[in-house]
């Protein structure tokens, strides 16, 4: 047995660190180093790409070979992206940094999760996880905020200073993860899985998944409905990030603006567990609303009209994730936990890199 309080714990700290950064808003410090907008748009493509293509193995490996393995393995990678940035001088270089980044997180959206839930469960405290949820995404958008209002010391300090603050971090987040413990929760078929090849292990797990998911319809309709407002909300709140200066909104408050706006995800996160008893049918309704009202007021061209889009997007999105997440671990089974997150994951990148370049033509013509 283990300390769930001081697990958990555990987990929050090192979501701090994952999420807390100088380098934020990365945009930003690559267009002052020079790099265009089309440059800028071919790096985050490839991020987009790399997270497609190992978002589903890094939760098959999380699986087979320990949550809190692959937390590290996720640490590390960014470490070896920060180090990179560090010394790039062109576009392939900055194009390498991101992949790694994406590859970082890949190895922690499911494994985290997956640790937290079995904890609880091994500890009878599963009730506790929307709870848990909720807290994870307000983190998440105040780190993110803070991040974002950090851009100017970024600029100021310079972005290799920058990154080896974000490497120092790494290895403080290094010591916590090492302190975490692993929950082991195995079914009968992985008693023999050292005397099996680790493709073959790798195959079993995401067979296994994938007749999950297509004996569990409302699994595959969950995850699209909440990877929907998400994808939704996060390309706003980027195009926001260049329209409300279009807008004319001053320099000096801008960082505040984009502040406020993840202000938003931090209420949705703590509004619903408030309405625990509502159906997700209608959550999804309400959600879905919300976040497309949020997209009309950014093409009102007023900028305190914007940020109020923001703030709604961010509230509709994070108040349906923390609702769908809360199901989706009811309903997954411990022994594919981390792969079936990334599944659900796979999904939010594979609509981000189809909706992209839509949402790109409705916000620069409207």
């Not at 974000?166 to 008693?191: K, P, R, S, T």
């Not at 409905?225 to 408050?253: E, H, R, Y």
């Not at 879905?288 to 007021?297: I, N, P, Y």
Request: hydrophobic share 55%.
């Amino acid at each position: 047995m283990f300390n769930i309080k001081k697990q958990i714990s555990g987990l929050y700290l090192s979501s701090v660190l994952g999420n807390l950064s100088l380098t934020g808003a990365w945009v930003a410090i690559l267009a002052a180093r020079g790099y265009s907008l089309v440059e800028i748009g071919i790096a985050e493509t490839i991020f987009h790409i790399t997270s497609l293509i190992c978002e589903i193995p890094s939760g098959v490996l999380a699986d087979m070979f320990g949550r809190k393995k692959m937390l590290i393995v996720s640490n590390i990678m960014r470490m070896i992206g920060s180090i990179i940035m560090i010394f790039s001088y062109n576009l392939f270089m900055i194009c390498i940094c991101l992949a790694f980044f994406a590859m970082s997180y890949n190895f922690s959206s499911g494994s985290g999760d997956a640790l937290a839930y079995d904890s609880l469960k091994t500890a009878k405290r599963e009730i506790y996880f929307e709870k848990y949820a909720s807290n994870q995404m307000i983190i998440y958008r105040i780190c993110n905020g803070f991040s974002t209002l950090c851009a100017g010391l970024a600029l100021f300090i310079g972005y290799r200073a920058a990154y080896f603050i974000d490497i120092l971090m790494g290895a403080v987040q290094m010591c916590i993860l090492a302190a975490l413990h692993e929950v082991h929760i195995f079914n009968d078929n992985n008693n023999n899985s050292l005397a099996k090849s680790i493709w073959k292990e790798f195959a079993n797990y995401f067979t296994s998944s994938i007749l999950f998911l297509k004996n569990k319809r409302k699994a595959i309709f969950l995850m699209f409905c909440n990877s929907f407002v998400g994808t939704v909300d996060i390309l706003l709140l980027f195009f926001l990030q260049a329209k409300l200066s279009t807008a004319g909104i001053p320099d000096s408050i801008l960082g505040i603006a984009l502040f406020l706006m993840e202000c938003g995800g931090i209420f949705g996160a703590k509004v619903i567990l408030k309405f625990k008893s509502f159906r997700y049918r209608n959550v999804f309704a309400v959600a879905t609303l919300l976040v497309l009202f949020g997209v009309a007021l950014e093409h009102s061209g007023i900028y305190a009209i914007m940020t109020l889009g923001g703030f709604i997007a961010a509230f509709s999105d994070d108040a349906l994730q923390v609702r769908t997440n809360a199901i989706l671990q009811d309903m997954f089974p411990s022994e594919q936990r981390a792969t079936l997150i990334s599944i659900e994951s796979f999904t939010f990148s594979a609509l981000m890199i189809l909706m992209s370049p839509l949402a790109g033509i409705i916000f620069s013509n409207w």
